[in-house]
């Protein structure tokens, strides 16, 4: 690396020509040299007295302070008791002398020939010397940084080779520490370093529903476990920034308006230049890299900040509206240009042409615009690199050469397709390949996480399979980067263990490894704690993540239906199974209360998680339920001109979408409404929907050939049918509002879009207000779809061009994913009569003079302390909610008298309830919560179906509770369900409220 490193420096002095720099290619430069003495020399404990002292040099670092911070805390737990950091050695004990460069070079211990991140572990006479290279600029109790820390690895090395300290992860349960009240050590003489110059890591929270906590256990901070692990695992310190570094040069601020061209154009022929983005990728736009002057300027940066002249210079302008390199992106002697994430297809005619030649004209297309760049460096002798990632259609290798001052860094599924053994195969020949191409090693970027396969609970530990990964291909590659997100940090902990050994020493059998963690953490337990070990491990790599099929685009994995994984992979006999085994490695460990204790904290920690998710599954799926639809048979003919205006549709039962989630994060307001209808005949099934819209004339509507994919991108509705929830088959049908039509069969393998519905579809337009999409489908064309049943979802893309709006997608059922499993029912045929006794509980009826909601003459109907607020922008099912309303001293209700509530009756209670900054006073009972008056004689008289009052903001949430009525009912008083806001300050919705007998 230090050869590197001068060979750039002289380029930039001019003496070496840039064209001369060699290929970047890092490899270990000092020989590896472990030498333990057999007798022990050095005394540093009897009978749990520390008899050594801690010296800082007086030029010491704030890395030589925390690494003799970490030496002196965890030496003093194998002995008892610390030791002292002084600023001088006694000459009167041992003494372990840290960072000091002045010593090492007196000892001959050649810091300049040192691997980056390595050190020197020497002892001499009764001194211990701990050195390597460190930065004055880093201090490791802030973060783990870019800077250099030899001598805190060396300390690491030190704990864990001399005194037998294992980090597996930040946690007393976490870090193994033998105590020994008598202690000596031997002659140490070590040289170590790094097989692998790049070892990072990345974990940041992700789930399905889109949350982006990443759960840690209790006592652990998130923020200060991915540090100490990366410090305590000795991630690299090298920063090579390679990750969409075009989307960091603030190319939309510069650009967006006065260079649109630079941008790449969609099949709308508008501009993805940050106007009006649809998803995150198109924020900072994407790029049209057949124009000239798009290459122009991303040369004239890359030669700015390569030959070191200031961000002010090509005024590098910032979405914060500053001016200023980002260092996760350029950092020098580097410069990274890898494309903008998803590299959209641009249409502009000079790139369809590239786009239609297939994808090696499209890698090539890329991959020309970075070597173009790179070689004009080269001939204007600027000095550095071009970093640049083989990824998404550009990860195939190009034609053209590639010049000695790129670096690539290839992107690989890597641990996780350890199961997948053709996909595996496939990725490793396009790592040799690679680096046939180069003539050099590359690098990796691996794939660990939970992004592309976000379930739940489910624990994605895979340490053999990052080890076994890693190990095969250590030889190949000079380093690797490890993306792993994940929704609880301890699914991946041992994960990035055995990275961080395995990177370090390519040598380490991973084996040999895991059985050495499972002894020192769990004792008598450890054969059965192996065993939950490899249950976890398989049924996320081979169960989960190994579906392998082929489609017309090559292998692909499926990932199952969570169906699929709570009946069979995590099947309740499975996860009694499973259970027993924890209670099993429980018994054995309980004669060692830490090994007994780190069995718990496993439990609670791996399959806790577990227990919950399928609880969450159980409810979700339960919930479903609550989103049934009735398809009525036509009375009359039906004929599709988008008008909806026979009397068929007119008594069509409606039903509402509700804003997708994840999208409005604080209100879920709707701000338009969108109602289905549904009709059908022996032949057809027939879909009417009706999208209220304001601004009808700024509808995004392109033109476009039946079946395109880009449809999604336009105004549009979409219908999702199948079977059932469990069908691997889901029609999915898009219609905009301009007449475009893209139907597809979507299956777990991929979108096949030779699939013809047959459908007959018609747009309508009332100007201002809405517009309609009404369509025919012949059941013929709908194979799947027997009987009087089948599931079914529809969504809504509200895409409008110089109008401003929050809120593009609707749906009908909310859930985020769009598959058979997350549909709702469609029964076919008119809706019995609702078994509630609760009447009015979707509150669709009107607001009868300011306090009730029902109908006139009702006994039933809905009434509160307050006017009612009838809420048409927040609701859940028929497109209105009640909100109440409360400060410090009031109370807001709503009531229903229960006429028809029987004794000695079992009942299910449930409704659906959403909180916004609801905050308790020392108010009694103050909070949010709901009762149930029986109005007899005698105890049990009231029923409270939520555990306690609630407070706080909450999304919406389906709450369901039993009980059974007393014996004496409607004696004093009539019966009543009552929903209070108590006495504190913020807002309440209710929807969907039921109160159903239990035959």
Same mark, same amino acid.
């Given at each position: 690396?230090?050869?590197?490193?001068?060979?750039?420096?002289?380029?930039?002095?001019?003496?070496?020509?840039?064209?001369?720099?060699?290929?970047?290619?890092?490899?270990?430069?000092?020989?590896?040299?472990?030498?333990?003495?057999?007798?022990?020399?050095?005394?540093?404990?009897?009978?749990?007295?520390?008899?050594?002292?801690?010296?800082?040099?007086?030029?010491?670092?704030?890395?030589?302070?925390?690494?003799?911070?970490?030496?002196?805390?965890?030496?003093?737990?194998?002995?008892?008791?610390?030791?002292?950091?002084?600023?001088?050695?006694?000459?009167?004990?041992?003494?372990?002398?840290?960072?000091?460069?002045?010593?090492?070079?007196?000892?001959?211990?050649?810091?300049?020939?040192?691997?980056?991140?390595?050190?020197?572990?020497?002892?001499?006479?009764?001194?211990?010397?701990?050195?390597?290279?460190?930065?004055?600029?880093?201090?490791?109790?802030?973060?783990?940084?870019? /800077?250099?820390?030899?001598?805190?690895?060396?300390?690491?090395?030190?704990?864990?080779?001399?005194?037998?300290?294992?980090?597996?992860?930040?946690?007393?349960?976490?870090?193994?520490?033998?105590?020994?009240?008598?202690?000596?050590?031997?002659?140490?003489?070590?040289?170590?370093?790094?097989?692998?110059?790049?070892?990072?890591?990345?974990?940041?929270?992700?789930?399905?529903?889109?949350?982006?906590?990443?759960?840690?256990?209790?006592?652990? +901070?998130?923020?200060?476990? !991915?540090?100490?692990?990366?410090?305590?695992?000795?991630?690299?310190?090298?920063?090579?920034?390679?990750?969409?570094?075009?989307?960091?040069?603030?190319?939309?601020? !510069?650009?967006?308006?006065?260079?649109?061209?630079?941008?790449?154009?969609?099949?709308?022929?508008?501009?993805?230049?940050?106007?009006?983005?649809?998803?995150?990728?198109?924020?900072?736009?994407?790029?049209?890299?057949?124009?000239?002057?798009?290459?122009?300027?991303?040369?004239?940066?890359?030669?700015?900040?390569?030959?070191?002249?200031?961000?002010?210079?090509?005024?590098?302008?910032?979405?914060?509206?500053?001016?200023?390199? @980002?260092?996760?992106?350029?950092?020098?002697?580097?410069?990274?240009?890898?494309?903008?994430?998803? @590299?959209?297809?641009?249409?502009?005619?000079?790139?369809?042409?590239? /786009?239609?030649?297939?994808?090696?004209?499209?890698?090539?297309?890329?991959?020309?615009?970075?070597?173009?760049?790179?070689?004009?460096?080269?001939?204007?002798?600027?000095?550095?690199?071009? =970093?640049?990632?083989?990824?998404?259609?550009?990860?195939? &290798?190009?034609?053209?050469? &590639?010049?000695?001052?790129?670096?690539?860094?290839?992107?690989?599924?890597?641990?996780?397709?350890?199961?997948?053994?053709?996909?595996?195969?496939?990725?490793?020949?396009?790592?040799?390949?690679?680096?046939?191409?180069?003539?050099?090693?590359?690098?990796?970027?691996?794939?660990?996480?939970?992004?592309?396969? !976000?379930?739940?609970?489910?624990?994605?530990?895979?340490?053999?399979?990052?080890?076994?990964?890693?190990?095969?291909?250590?030889?190949? &590659?000079?380093?690797?980067?490890? #993306?792993?997100?994940?929704?609880?940090?301890?699914?991946?902990?041992? @994960?990035?263990?055995?990275?961080?050994?395995?990177?370090?020493?390519?040598?380490?059998?991973?084996?040999?490894?895991?059985?050495?963690?499972?002894?020192?953490?769990?004792?008598?337990?450890?054969?059965?704690?192996?065993?939950?070990?490899?249950?976890?491990?398989?049924?996320?790599?081979?169960?989960?993540?190994?579906?392998?099929? #082929?489609?017309?685009?090559?292998?692909?994995?499926?990932?199952?239906?969570?169906?699929?994984?709570?009946? %069979? &992979?995590?099947?309740?006999?499975?996860?009694?199974?499973?259970?027993?085994?924890?209670?099993?490695?429980?018994?054995?460990?309980?004669?060692?209360? #830490?090994?007994?204790?780190?069995?718990?904290?496993?439990?609670?920690?791996?399959?806790?998680?577990?227990?919950?998710?399928?609880?969450?599954?159980?409810?979700?799926?339960?919930?479903?339920?609550?989103?049934?639809?009735?398809?009525?048979?036509?009375?009359?003919?039906?004929?599709? +001109?988008?008008?909806?205006?026979?009397?068929?549709?007119?008594?069509?039962?409606?039903?509402?979408?509700?804003?997708?989630?994840?999208?409005?994060?604080?209100?879920?307001?709707?701000?338009?409404?969108?109602?289905?209808?549904?009709?059908?005949?022996?032949?057809?099934?027939?879909?009417?929907?009706?999208?209220?819209?304001?601004?009808?004339?700024?509808?995004?509507?392109?033109?476009?050939?039946?079946?395109?994919?880009?449809?999604?991108?336009?105004?549009?509705?979409?219908?999702?049918?199948?079977?059932?929830?469990?069908? $691997? =088959?889901?029609?999915?049908?898009?219609?905009?509002?301009?007449?475009?039509?893209?139907?597809?069969?979507?299956?777990?393998?991929?979108?096949?879009?030779?699939?013809?519905?047959?459908?007959? /579809?018609?747009?309508?337009?009332?100007?201002?207000?809405?517009?309609?999409?009404?369509?025919?489908?012949?059941?013929?064309?709908?194979?799947?779809?027997?009987?009087?049943?089948?599931?079914?979802?529809?969504?809504?893309?509200?895409?409008?061009?110089?109008?401003?709006?929050?809120?593009?997608?609707?749906?009908?059922?909310?859930?985020?994913?769009?598959?058979?499993?997350?549909?709702?029912?469609?029964?076919?045929?008119?809706?019995?009569?609702?078994?509630?006794?609760?009447?009015?509980?979707?509150?669709?009826?009107?607001?009868?003079? %300011?306090?009730?909601?029902?109908?006139?003459?009702?006994?039933?109907?809905?009434?509160?302390?307050?006017?009612?607020?009838?809420?048409?922008?927040?609701?859940?099912?028929?497109?209105?909610?009640?909100?109440?309303?409360?400060?410090?001293? =009031?109370?807001?209700?709503?009531?229903?008298?229960?006429?028809?509530?029987?004794?000695?009756?079992?009942?299910?209670?449930?409704?659906?309830?959403?909180?916004?900054?609801?905050?308790?006073?020392?108010?009694?009972?103050?909070?949010?919560?709901?009762?149930?008056?029986?109005?007899?004689?005698?105890?049990?008289?009231?029923?409270?179906?939520?555990?306690?009052?609630?407070?706080?903001?909450?999304?919406?949430? !389906?709450?369901?509770?039993?009980?059974?009525? $007393?014996?004496?009912?409607?004696?004093?008083?009539?019966?009543?369900?009552?929903?209070?806001?108590?006495?504190?300050?913020?807002?309440?919705?209710?929807?969907?409220?039921?109160?159903?007998?239990?035959?």
């Amino acid at each position: 690396m230090k050869l590197f490193l001068s060979l750039l420096l002289l380029s930039a002095a001019g003496m070496v020509s840039a064209a001369d720099v060699p290929r970047f290619d890092p490899k270990p430069v000092i020989e590896r040299k472990i030498s333990l003495g057999q007798e022990s020399s050095l005394v540093l404990a009897q009978d749990g007295q520390a008899l050594f002292e801690i010296v800082l040099p007086a030029k010491a670092t704030r890395v030589d302070r925390f690494a003799a911070e970490e030496l002196a805390e965890f030496t003093g737990k194998i002995i008892g008791s610390k030791p002292a950091i002084t600023d001088q050695a006694s000459g009167t004990v041992p003494a372990f002398i840290i960072g000091d460069r002045d010593l090492a070079l007196a000892w001959e211990l050649p810091l300049d020939q040192l691997d980056r991140d390595g050190f020197f572990i020497q002892t001499k006479g009764n001194q211990v010397l701990i050195v390597g290279n460190d930065s004055a600029q880093l201090d490791p109790k802030r973060s783990a940084g870019w /800077y250099e820390r030899g001598t805190l690895n060396g300390v690491y090395d030190f704990l864990e080779r001399v005194g037998g300290v294992k980090f597996y992860f930040p946690s007393e349960y976490g870090i193994i520490i033998p105590k020994r009240k008598d202690w000596s050590i031997p002659e140490i003489s070590v040289t170590d370093r790094p097989d692998s110059q790049f070892r990072r890591l990345y974990c940041v929270g992700v789930s399905f529903s889109g949350d982006k906590t990443l759960h840690m256990p209790a006592g652990m +901070d998130a923020n200060d476990t !991915r540090r100490l692990t990366e410090l305590r695992l000795r991630m690299s310190t090298l920063n090579i920034p390679n990750c969409h570094g075009l989307a960091k040069l603030g190319l939309v601020q !510069r650009f967006g308006e006065t260079h649109p061209e630079y941008f790449a154009v969609q099949q709308n022929g508008k501009r993805i230049n940050g106007t009006n983005p649809t998803n995150s990728h198109e924020i900072e736009g994407q790029l049209c890299f057949t124009n000239p002057g798009l290459k122009e300027e991303i040369y004239q940066d890359a030669e700015a900040f390569l030959s070191g002249k200031p961000a002010t210079s090509r005024n590098i302008l910032m979405p914060d509206g500053k001016v200023w390199w @980002n260092k996760n992106y350029f950092s020098l002697p580097f410069f990274n240009i890898m494309p903008n994430d998803s @590299n959209y297809r641009c249409f502009c005619p000079d790139c369809a042409k590239v /786009y239609d030649a297939g994808p090696q004209a499209i890698a090539d297309h890329v991959w020309k615009f970075k070597t173009d760049i790179a070689k004009r460096l080269q001939e204007n002798n600027i000095p550095g690199y071009i =970093t640049v990632m083989a990824y998404s259609n550009y990860r195939i &290798i190009p034609t053209m050469e &590639i010049p000695k001052n790129m670096i690539v860094h290839l992107a690989v599924t890597g641990p996780w397709n350890e199961g997948a053994e053709k996909l595996q195969q496939r990725d490793e020949a396009l790592l040799e390949a690679w680096n046939q191409k180069l003539g050099a090693k590359t690098y990796l970027w691996t794939y660990a996480e939970k992004v592309m396969c !976000r379930i739940d609970g489910i624990p994605s530990f895979t340490p053999k399979a990052v080890g076994t990964f890693f190990h095969r291909n250590g030889s190949k &590659i000079f380093g690797a980067f490890l #993306e792993g997100e994940v929704d609880y940090w301890m699914f991946h902990s041992l @994960n990035f263990y055995v990275f961080g050994k395995v990177m370090w020493d390519n040598s380490i059998d991973v084996n040999q490894l895991l059985d050495e963690h499972c002894r020192l953490m769990y004792g008598d337990g450890a054969s059965t704690m192996r065993e939950i070990y490899s249950t976890l491990e398989k049924h996320w790599l081979i169960d989960i993540r190994s579906d392998v099929r #082929e489609t017309n685009l090559g292998f692909k994995a499926v990932t199952p239906s969570l169906h699929e994984i709570w009946t %069979k &992979i995590y099947s309740p006999e499975e996860m009694a199974r499973i259970g027993n085994l924890f209670d099993q490695a429980a018994k054995e460990a309980s004669a060692d209360q #830490e090994c007994a204790g780190r069995v718990q904290f496993m439990r609670n920690a791996l399959w806790q998680p577990v227990l919950d998710a399928r609880k969450a599954y159980e409810k979700a799926d339960n919930d479903r339920e609550t989103w049934h639809a009735y398809m009525l048979p036509a009375s009359e003919k039906i004929t599709i +001109d988008g008008t909806l205006n026979e009397k068929a549709w007119e008594t069509a039962p409606v039903y509402w979408m509700i804003p997708r989630a994840g999208y409005v994060k604080a209100k879920d307001q709707v701000e338009v409404h969108t109602r289905i209808k549904m009709l059908c005949d022996a032949d057809n099934f027939y879909f009417g929907i009706a999208a209220d819209e304001p601004h009808t004339d700024k509808m995004v509507a392109a033109e476009r050939k039946k079946d395109e994919i880009e449809l999604w991108k336009d105004n549009l509705v979409e219908l999702f049918l199948a079977a059932d929830r469990t069908s $691997p =088959t889901l029609y999915q049908i898009m219609l905009g509002s301009n007449g475009n039509v893209t139907d597809l069969l979507c299956l777990p393998e991929g979108l096949d879009s030779t699939w013809d519905s047959n459908l007959e /579809y018609q747009p309508g337009v009332v100007p201002g207000k809405m517009w309609v999409a009404e369509v025919r489908i012949p059941r013929s064309s709908l194979p799947d779809l027997k009987g009087q049943e089948f599931v079914a979802n529809f969504t809504r893309g509200r895409v409008l061009n110089g109008a401003e709006f929050a809120l593009p997608y609707y749906t009908w059922i909310p859930f985020r994913r769009q598959n058979s499993e997350n549909c709702g029912t469609v029964t076919i045929g008119n809706a019995p009569e609702n078994p509630s006794i609760i009447k009015y509980g979707d509150f669709a009826e009107p607001v009868l003079n %300011k306090r009730f909601l029902g109908e006139w003459g009702s006994k039933s109907n809905w009434f509160g302390d307050k006017l009612l607020k009838r809420d048409t922008e927040i609701f859940r099912t028929a497109g209105a909610s009640i909100r109440l309303e409360s400060d410090e001293t =009031t109370v807001d209700t709503l009531t229903q008298y229960l006429s028809d509530l029987k004794p000695n009756t079992r009942y299910r209670l449930s409704f659906f309830a959403r909180m916004e900054e609801v905050s308790k006073t020392g108010a009694v009972a103050s909070g949010f919560y709901a009762n149930l008056r029986f109005g007899g004689e005698g105890l049990n008289q009231t029923w409270n179906p939520l555990s306690q009052t609630m407070a706080g903001t909450m999304d919406w949430r !389906r709450f369901e509770a039993e009980v059974t009525s $007393p014996a004496s009912v409607a004696v004093k008083h009539k019966p009543y369900l009552q929903f209070n806001l108590r006495c504190a300050p913020g807002k309440v919705w209710i929807d969907h409220v039921e109160l159903v007998e239990i035959k």
